[in-house]
């Protein structure tokens, strides 16, 4: 039986294509790792800029390493992502934000003063969710799997190569 961590064989470039159990689970480690990265980045680079600066510069090369790892680790494209998967992939950093920007912005509106645990649950919660659409937005759209779709349809007509020769039913010599 094959294991769901277990790679598909055989796509254009020879790479090994992770399925999608193996995507997510590299999708949060490398998303995570850099996330993490990001955190401690930007309080350090606002020391020397506005918060607002730092953490918009942070969150700029965050999403192009992402998107870098992505191709590479997460998706198993076998090549480095083009300037359309950048985009694309930007776009959905984009929504994840405002997702998670607005749940905020829901929760102060119903409770004007939340604690810390609070706006973290309802933040961490957005987070979430957002990464589960950005990864299926990634998946499905930006590096979707090449090896599950035929690249060209069948329709061609197949002829041979070299004439065929007829054997005939009777022979003239008897």
């Not at 254009?12 to 850099?34: D, E, I, L, N």
């Not at 829901?106 to 589960?132: C, D, R």
Request: charge should be positive; proline fraction near 9%.
């Amino acid at each position: 039986m094959k294991s769901p961590l277990s790679p598909k064989q055989g796509t254009a470039t020879g790479t090994a294509t992770p399925g999608p159990f193996a995507s997510f689970v590299r999708f949060v480690v490398c998303g995570g790792g850099v996330g993490v990265l990001s955190s401690a980045a930007v309080p350090l680079l606002a020391a020397l800029m506005p918060w607002a600066a730092a953490n918009a510069l942070i969150t700029v090369a965050s999403t192009i390493l992402c998107t870098e790892l992505h191709a590479l680790f997460t998706f198993g494209t076998g090549r480095r992502p083009g300037r359309r998967e950048h985009w694309q992939s930007a776009g959905s950093a984009t929504a994840a934000y405002a997702a998670t920007s607005a749940a905020i912005l829901v929760l102060h509106t119903v409770q004007p003063s939340p604690g810390m645990l609070t706006e973290q649950i309802a933040y961490l919660s957005a987070s979430a969710l957002a990464g589960i659409g950005r990864f299926l937005v990634l998946r499905l759209f930006v590096f979707p799997d090449r090896t599950s779709r035929p690249t060209t349809p069948s329709t061609a007509v197949t002829l041979p190569l070299r004439p065929t020769t007829a054997t005939p039913a009777f022979s003239a010599a008897a």
